[in-house]
């Protein structure tokens, strides 16, 4: 499998010839080259993590391709045929095999609603937990880590990148950091793969990563 960095928080896995989006959002540069795409996960409705722009493009582009989300993604998202999933739910489609975890987005604070949001374990090797700490409390071969949010400070990040594990983790959600910001986030989650005898790829969009 091979994973590309988009820009933010979103991601594409190629397989065997087939694509895996995930939270193509409005800090991701449109989506314009997706053919051969079977499915799209989103983690949660916030526009950081899709829109109806990027979505529309992939569609029109692949009539066939599955859409999972948890039960406010379907809300938010009620044009499209998104189909919706629940922690525990494992599903297959094409060569990938996804499974989902946890439930709820982090607390950002105590006067924002807090939605729903799910991680996802692709082919037992990669795993996102979207906007949460939540733990797949399986082994992670490769861990996207969220490097900067309004949810989260970096000592919450090291914390669950050590306990997760991962052999290999890259930054994501880091659009929201400056320059300066992504070096300092990149030598903290260095340092937090690295007590689990891990290793820490700083990715920049466009780069890529084959597990």
């Known amino acids: 499998m091979r994973l590309t960095k988009l820009e933010h928080a979103a991601f594409v896995v190629e397989h065997s010839g087939d694509k895996l989006y995930v939270d193509p959002g409005k800090f991701t540069t449109p989506i314009t080259e997706s053919a051969g795409t079977v499915a799209v996960v989103i983690t949660h409705q916030h526009d950081d993590h899709w829109t109806p ?14 859409i999972f989300g948890p039960a406010g993604v379907a809300a938010a998202a009620a044009g499209f045929p998104v189909e919706t999933v629940e922690a525990g739910d494992s599903v297959e489609v094409g060569p990938f095999e996804l499974r989902f975890f946890g439930g709820r987005h982090a607390v950002i604070h105590p006067s924002i609603p807090v939605i729903d949001n ?4 692709v082919n037992d090797a990669l795993y996102y937990g979207g906007d949460s700490f939540t733990l797949p409390g399986v082994p992670v071969e490769v861990l996207a880590a969220p490097a900067g949010a309004p949810w989260m400070k970096i000592s919450e990040a090291m914390d669950y990148v ?14 929201v950091l ?26 920049e969009p466009g780069d890529t990563l084959d597990f």
């Not at 050590?162 to 659009?175: G, L, N, Q």
């Not at 340092?191 to 290793?199: K, L, P, T």
């Open 118 to 121: 799910l991680g996802v374990l």
């Open 53 to 66: 722009d990027q979505l529309t493009r992939i569609v029109e582009a692949n009539a066939e391709v599955r």
């Open 162 to 175: 050590v306990e997760v594990a991962p052999k290999r983790a890259f930054p994501t959600h880091e659009m």
């Open 178 to 203: 400056s320059r300066a910001g992504k070096v300092l986030s990149d030598v903290r989650l260095t340092w937090a793969v690295e007590q689990g005898g891990g290793e820490y790829l700083p990715l």
